[in-house]
């Protein structure tokens, strides 16, 4: 079992919980995730880490209750256990030799994103944070980002935090000032990644993008996170997540990404009672 140690509300729709599982804690890396199960009766699901604390042995998650699982979990409290937290799981993200770097997060990719803006900022690389919301309510993380990057911009769909726009509109415009990097990280929305991939091939930025598809089991076997890069299917569970985002064929992993939409939703709603009294 693996306890929980705290729980947060980081806004309406964003739970952040600490996890306790040292042995994940002292293996996990920026770029990798956990499978988790809340009882015997749950379903397994896939979710990166955010943080991580080896002294003291926990593991931090961010999620948004919109599925079956994850409403169930934000139910949860401190005190409360999981059964299973089986991890670190997929391949760290390559970050070794980068310099000077834009690390671009899309709503609640912002929470993946963190770990590595911190990882580069504290190896003493030049970080800027780019993040993109729906509005000023939803933004998460400000605090946690500014300690750890050399600029941090936000911006909202709305305006309502006095910066409107796309995180690529941003992105373009420190590009073109000179930003000079050499690597662009990209977090969020599959067409947000998308569009951030096209712009910094313009400007032939090396780009990586992690891919989040349905997983069912994390160890390549069930084939159900299949994502196309370079012409070919790889498995985001083993063989990434993170992938050269010049590489991935988009439009397929979105088309793939709408295939149980309708089984989610009937999920969503439905409470198993299988082997229940």
Same mark, same amino acid.
């Not at 080896?54 to 949860?76: C, M, N, S």
């Not at 409290?77 to 000077?100: H, I, M, S, V, Y």
């Not at 993946?112 to 030049?126: R, S, V």
């Not at 091939?201 to 891919?211: A, D, N, P, Q, Y």
């Given at each position: 079992?693996? /306890? ?5 509300? =980081? ?35 896939? #979710? ?5 604390? /080896? ?9 948004? @209750? ?6 169930? =979990?934000?139910? #949860? ?8 937290? @089986? ?18 997060? *899309? *709503? ?6 963190? /770990? ?62 000179? @930003? ?78 709408? #295939? ?7 999920? @969503? ?9």
């Amino acid at each position: 079992m693996y /306890p929980i140690r705290k729980v947060e509300q =980081l806004n309406n729709e964003v739970t952040r919980m600490e996890i306790v599982a040292p042995q994940v804690s002292a293996k996990i890396k920026p770029g990798q995730f956990i499978m988790l199960r809340i009882d015997e009766y749950g379903e397994r699901i896939p #979710l990166t880490m955010n943080d991580c604390n /080896p002294d003291a042995g926990t593991v931090t998650i961010v999620f948004q @209750a919109v599925g079956a699982t994850t409403k169930r =979990l934000r139910h #949860l409290k401190a005190g409360d256990c999981l059964l299973d937290f @089986a991890g670190p799981l997929g391949r760290p993200t390559g970050l070794e030799g980068a310099a000077r770097v834009a690390v671009i997060g *899309g *709503g609640l990719g912002t929470a993946i994103a963190y /770990p590595q803006a911190k990882w580069l900022y504290d190896q003493g690389a030049e970080v800027d944070v780019i993040t993109g919301f729906r509005s000023r309510e939803l933004i998460i993380l400000e605090s946690e980002i500014a300690a750890h990057s050399t600029r941090q911009i936000i911006m909202t769909d709305d305006g309502s935090n006095g910066n409107k726009g796309l995180v690529t509109e941003a992105l373009r415009r420190r590009i073109e000032e000179g @930003a000079g990097y050499d690597l662009v990280l990209a977090v969020g929305p599959l067409i947000m990644m998308k569009f951030v991939c096209l712009l910094t091939k313009e400007h032939g930025i090396r780009t990586l993008v992690s891919m989040n598809p349905l997983m069912i089991d994390g160890t390549g076997m069930c084939g159900g996170c299949r994502v196309k890069v370079d012409g070919a299917y790889r498995h985001a569970c083993v063989d990434g997540p993170d992938f050269d985002g010049h590489l991935v064929d988009f439009d397929d992993a979105m088309s793939r990404s709408k #295939l149980y939409q309708s089984f989610e939703a009937e999920a @969503a709603g439905h409470e198993c009672l299988i082997g229940r009294d």
